[in-house]
């Protein structure tokens, strides 16, 4: 069966794709999306040890806060450190960054709706620290 040509789905830089190049070169892969489109901002904080990607956090150590506030207003701490996740329901410790988003917004920005950048500028999301912890967050969540 490993020799088998056939088509693997997998997530754009997932640790899935990793694992399906370096075992099965022979292999065809056709990269989709996760399809996971969470519809309020409890509901994505909740998802996140779902859909994290222990390979692709290698080497980040950060404690991230989200406020989101509008219409749905809650707080929630994320922990990344070695290649695993800490999801909380509140501030937990001293953030390395803290985005706080109107709900819709970020709902909006998860669904691809919304630009990051947009919503930056019109001051919907706002990011206190550094712009490459936003990176390396999304790089564990493709």
Same mark, same amino acid.
């Given at each position: 069966?490993?020799?088998?040509?056939?088509?693997?789905?997998?997530?754009?830089?997932?640790?899935?794709?990793?694992? $399906?190049?370096?075992?099965?070169?022979?292999?065809?892969?056709?990269?989709? *999306?996760?399809?996971?489109?969470?519809?309020? $901002? +409890? *509901?994505?904080?909740? @998802? =996140?040890?779902?859909?994290?990607?222990?390979?692709? @956090?290698?080497?980040? $150590? /950060?404690?991230?806060?989200?406020?989101?506030?509008?219409?749905?207003?809650?707080?929630?701490?994320?922990?990344?450190?070695?290649? *695993?996740?800490? $999801? &909380? @329901?509140? &501030?937990?410790?001293?953030?390395?960054?803290? =985005?706080?988003?109107?709900?819709?917004?970020?709902? @909006?920005?998860? /669904?691809?709706? +919304?630009?990051?950048?947009?919503?930056?500028?019109?001051? +919907?999301?706002?990011?206190?620290?550094?712009? +490459? =912890?936003?990176?390396?967050?999304?790089?564990?969540?493709?």
């Amino acid at each position: 069966m490993q020799a088998k040509t056939e088509t693997i789905y997998v997530v754009k830089g997932s640790d899935a794709e990793d694992h $399906v190049k370096a075992k099965y070169p022979n292999k065809a892969i056709n990269q989709v *999306s996760n399809g996971i489109r969470p519809p309020t $901002v +409890k *509901s994505f904080l909740e @998802s =996140l040890p779902f859909v994290f990607q222990r390979n692709q @956090s290698e080497g980040l $150590v /950060a404690t991230y806060h989200f406020t989101f506030i509008g219409k749905e207003s809650c707080k929630g701490t994320v922990i990344i450190r070695n290649k *695993s996740i800490e $999801v &909380h @329901s509140d &501030h937990v410790g001293t953030a390395d960054l803290h =985005l706080i988003a109107d709900s819709r917004t970020w709902v @909006s920005f998860l /669904a691809k709706e +919304k630009n990051m950048l947009w919503a930056i500028i019109t001051r +919907k999301i706002r990011i206190k620290g550094p712009l +490459k =912890l936003m990176q390396a967050f999304a790089k564990c969540f493709p």
